[in-house]
Each structure stands twice: as C-alpha cells, then as structure tokens.
C-alpha cells in the first residue's frame, strides 16, 4: 500500500526566505507526482505535475524535483512572500487502475511579513 | 484553464436527513472522477473513483449504502451522504482527470457539510 509522507508538518519563516518541503513515498511505482496549495477552508490549486520519467519542473518561484528509485520529491520556494502561506499537499498518481492520487500529509506553511 | 466546480460549498443539514452534492468539469468531459473527504487539519482521503455509466469504486472501509456515488454524464458526479449523522460532518471534494495521458486532474472548491 503507497504511504505518502511529508516532512516537516508545519513551518514558519520570515519573508524572502527559501524552503525546502520534502516529500516521500513508499512505492516507486507511480505515473506521476504532482504538488498541490491549499488555503483554509478551500480546494487544491495544482502547482506543479512531474511525470514519472522526469527529474525536475519549475513554475516561476517554484521548483520540484522527483527522485523516482529514492521515493523522494522536494519543493524548493525562492523568496518566500507572505501569500505563499497555506497548506502544500504532495500526492503520487499510481499507475495501476484509475489513476487516483495519494496525497501526504501535508506541510503547513506560514511566511510572516 | 479547466475548471471543476462543486455545489453547494457550504450545507447544514439534520441529522436522519440526505445531502447531495455535486462535482462539474466545466470545460472538459472527464470519465473518471474521485472524492474525497478532509477532516480539519488532516490530509485527504480518497472515499471512492467514480466512473461516467457503471459503479464507483468504494476504498476499503467507506461504506457504499452510506455514501451513493452516480457518474450519469461525462461532466456529472453526484455524491449523497444518506441518513447523516454528525459524524459524517467533513469537508468534502471532488478531482476530474482533464488527460489521461499526463494524469493532469483538477479539484473543485470542497463542500462543507455539517450535520446537526
């Protein structure tokens, strides 16, 4: 059974710092690994999608990478700013039957100005 | 962009009564939908797979006769909450796989339900 697990749970850091969210899975045998924000109370934005045969995806401050063989995945923030605080949830798509998603643990994130 | 839509956002309802909610894919068919269940400050938890004219698939553990599930069009997915109890209080959301190929899916807004 895949176990996704996120590390750390929560963090808190001043403004225009980078971070670093880790990610880890237990079976290798994934479609994909994609990266989601949620904000309290709210649905998942998509952030980024990482194909199992890829390495790495950037969007804008965002950077992902995606050690298959390891079961690892991390998120790198560039100059963290105060509307990045909210909920970062990593979740592996198997490969196996409808594709569904198995989401970590979640890191709750909060940058203070 | 694609967009998945759920409604309502927010329901109180008895306890004994039904609550149905709904999950749209707004610009795209989806044939494969998923919902899940958030309680505060937890992770999602996948309840079941619901696929466009047969049966959903239940996880282990989610009782099927509590919880209907009916994909009846390529862009419709119903999920009844029958005979609610306040322990079926939660937060509620729906995915829709947009491309098969990447596995691309996008997620509604979530619906609140509470039961009294």
């Known amino acids: 059974k895949q176990e996704v697990t996120q590390i750390p749970a929560a963090l808190s850091v001043p403004e225009g710092e980078n971070l670093v969210l880790n990610c880890s899975f237990t079976d290798s045998a994934i479609y994909n690994l994609q990266w989601f924000r949620q904000d309290p109370g709210k649905g998942l934005t998509s952030l980024l999608l990482i194909q199992s045969s890829q390495r790495e995806q950037t969007s804008g401050r965002l950077n992902a990478s995606l050690d298959k063989s390891s079961g690892r995945s991390t998120l790198y923030i560039a100059a963290s700013q105060p509307g990045d605080s909210a909920t970062y949830l990593c979740?592996?798509?198997?490969?196996?039957?409808?594709?569904?998603?198995?989401f970590g643990t979640g890191t709750r994130l909060l940058v203070s100005p | 962009g694609a967009v998945v839509s759920q409604h309502p956002s927010r329901v109180i309802c008895k306890s004994g009564t039904s609550v149905k909610i709904e999950c749209r894919s707004l610009d795209f068919q989806a044939t494969t939908m998923f919902w899940y269940r958030q309680f505060p400050k937890k992770s999602l938890m996948l309840m079941a797979t619901?696929?466009?004219?047969?049966?959903?698939?239940?996880e282990q553990g989610v009782e099927k006769d509590k919880f209907l599930i009916n994909h009846a069009s390529l862009t419709l997915s119903t999920l009844t909450v029958t005979s609610a109890h306040p322990e079926d209080s939660s937060f509620y959301i729906c995915s829709a796989i947009r491309d098969r190929g990447t596995g691309e899916l996008f997620f509604g807004e979530g619906s609140r339900l509470t039961v009294l």
């Open positions: 619901s696929n466009e004219g047969s049966k959903a698939t239940y």
């Open positions: 979740a592996v798509q198997m490969n196996t039957g409808f594709q569904k998603l198995v």
